[in-house]
Structures are given as C-alpha cells and as structure tokens.
C-alpha cells in the first residue's frame, strides 16, 4: 500500500508503438512529508500523515501551525493519512515522492468532483428525458415523484438539488509513467475534479487481476 | 498547461512535418497484412488540420474511383511515418470541408506559387538535412560508445 498527494495538471494522450492512442491525465504529486505518525498502541490505530505542498504560515491556523512545528516540517497545504496495517516504518520528517508508483501499477485516486451547481435531475440522478414533441409538456421535469397510495415522499427520493463537489474515487486507473524527477505521474483515464485539484493517489484496493500475457 | 506540453513533448515526434491546408500530400502509413508490416502511402489533399500538441491531426481527402475517400492521420502516432508535400495549396479557408460537395475538376485547389513558397520548400529541406545529419551524428556517437564500451569489456579480460 502506499499513498501519495498532488494535483491533477491536465490531460492528453500517448501513442503506443501499433499506433493506438490512450487518453492520460498527468498528476503533479509529492513531494509529501511524513507529518506524523500514528501507531496502535498511542492513537488506536496505525497510519502515517502526509502533508503536501508548503503554504506561508500567514495561511494556516494556529493550532495547525502548533501541529506543524510540533514535527518541525513547513507548513503544508494539504493533509491526508494513510491508514497501515502494520507499525509504521516511516519517521516524522521523511519525504516520499512519485517513484511510490511504478508504471503499470493500478492506483485509486480520490479527489473532489466538478461543481455543477443546482442540477436537475437528468443530469444529476441520470433519469429519462420526456419526448420534445407531440405535445409533451414533460422534457426535463422528473415526472410523478410518488403516489397517493405510496403516501408521502420515502426519504432519499432523487431530486433536482446541488450536485458536484464531492469526494469521489476513481478506481483501479492504470499508471502509465512515473517521473520522479518531476514528480509527475500519468494514469490511463480521467481523475474527479478540475485542473489543479487536490487529488490522493493510493495503490488499487481492489486491482485487477494481470492478464495471463 | 506547461507540464501538459512537457509531457507531450517527451513522447511526441521531436520535428513535424510542415503542412498546410490545401496542400496536396502523400502520407507514409505502416499497416499490418497478417504477420508483415508495410508502408502504404495514401495520396491526397489536406483539408483540416485540428488539434493542438500531441493531439494534432490533419485530414486528406482524395477521389477514389468516383469515390470521396477521407483519412485522418494522427501527426505524432508512430504508423504515420512520413508526410511529403508534393505541391502547395493556394486557399483562403481553414478548413475545405466545401470539397466534399464538389465533384470533378471542381474539386482542383489551386497551386500556391512564388518567391515565398521556393523560399519555404528551402528552408524546410535545409531543415530535414540538418535533423538527419543530427540523427546520423547521434547514431554514430551511440555506436562509437558502444564499441568503446566493448573495448574496455575485452581489456577487462585480457
């Protein structure tokens, strides 16, 4: 297991040598310091806690900063743990950077999807869309929300609402190639959130099983 | 958007060959027959160029027994290994999308010559050498480290 933080640069793609193209999304990640460490018989459990990306003082809160300090370590813009199953081995203060990964791992990354604002309920929940003609007045509008038998709404009933914005995991995306010079990683296939986003890139909880070749 | 270019630089073409729209190309395409590669040229004009970076393509049109006949070639995929201009267009639209309703000798783009294009076609060739002098160059040092390499190989064993 392992886990690295960054930011997602952009995407473009890459030939392979018989000519076929992959879409790739190049991930800005690490250098991340190990802030703390947390272990089983102090804390209730073991992890290690990254930081990434340094931020002025002036940007965090004081009792962050006491954090901060407390591990000699800048101040870091994002934070995020690693749970472990073991003890941890790192210590307060190391670096772990993109060479985490090697290419053709298969990662998980985890970041927080586009806002969309108030969307209905097409374009948030999927539903059908009514025919433009003959008539219809129903185009966009979810139809019959529930019965006079049924009785009132049943609760979680999918409805028009904000939509966006939520952590959202992308699962089991191939690593193409690892820069750990410039700390840039390439995945095959698209990553949650806008250019510039926060994203965490962690070994595939569930990987795929290897093709035979 | 740098690290973007960056990336696309390290696994793009290092040189692309220089089209325009109008032109009239042929394109070296390697295919697959079974087992066997080949070259398969596909001759025609240029009528878009899209994309930016790595995702760059042009499309070639070209009348195959009556036939309109349209490919779009990727400029950075590796099949594509070469595009020869044989003669340069004279056009006043980005895209000649209005070809396809045209048939016949209508369907003719008029040859853009001149003092500008001579110029051009010499800075380009002049280019071209230089690029493979370049590789040739490259090539020769990579051999030369390798014979050097094998040298001290057979001194270690003396």
Redesign the interface.
């Known amino acids: 297991m392992a886990l690295i933080l960054g930011r997602k640069v952009g995407m473009t793609q890459i030939f392979a040598e018989d000519g076929t193209a992959t879409g790739v999304t190049v991930l800005a990640v690490g250098p991340c310091v190990v802030c703390q460490v947390r272990k089983q018989d102090q804390d209730g459990y073991n992890a290690i806690q990254l930081g990434f990306e340094d931020v002025r003082d002036k940007r965090v809160t004081k009792p962050l900063l006491g954090h901060f300090k407390k591990a000699d370590v800048a101040p870091k813009r994002f934070l995020r743990e690693e749970r472990l199953a073991e003890e941890p081995t790192h210590s307060v203060g190391d670096v772990i950077k993109a060479d985490v990964f090697a290419a053709g791992d298969y990662v998980d990354v985890v970041g927080t999807s586009k806002g969309r604002g108030f969307s209905g309920t097409i374009k948030r929940h999927g539903f059908q869309r009514g025919p433009e003609t003959h008539g219809s007045m129903n185009v966009r509008a979810p139809g019959s929300i529930s019965t006079k038998r049924r009785g009132p709404l049943f609760k979680g009933k999918r409805m028009p609402g904000r939509y966006g914005v939520d952590r959202t995991t992308v699962k089991n995306l191939r690593v193409v190639d690892v820069d750990a010079d410039k700390n840039l990683l390439l995945v095959a296939g698209s990553v949650p959130g806008p250019k510039n986003g926060f994203v965490q890139v962690q070994t595939a909880r569930t990987a795929p099983v290897k093709a035979a070749s | 958007?740098d690290?973007?270019r960056?990336?696309?630089a390290k696994?793009g073409k290092k040189r692309l060959p220089v089209v325009h729209v109008g032109d009239t190309v042929q394109v070296d395409y390697?295919i697959?027959e079974g087992e066997k590669e080949r070259v398969q040229v596909f001759n025609g004009t240029v009528i878009a160029i899209s994309g930016r970076?790595?995702?760059r393509t042009i499309t070639v049109r070209r009348i195959v027994q009556g036939e309109g006949v349209e490919r779009v070639f990727?400029l950075?995929?590796?099949?594509v290994q070469a595009v020869r201009v044989s003669r340069r267009g004279d056009v006043r639209r980005a895209k000649l999308y209005y070809l396809r309703d045209r048939t016949g000798k209508r369907t003719r783009v008029k040859e853009l010559l001149g003092e500008k294009v001579r110029r051009e076609a010499a800075a380009i060739k002049a280019a071209d050498e230089a690029a493979a002098a370049e590789e040739a160059a490259e090539a020769a040092a990579r051999e030369a480290a390798a014979a050097e390499s094998t040298d001290e190989a057979e001194a270690v064993e003396v």
């Open positions: 958007m690290l973007i960056e990336v696309e696994y390697l697959r970076g790595i995702n990727p950075h995929g590796p099949r």
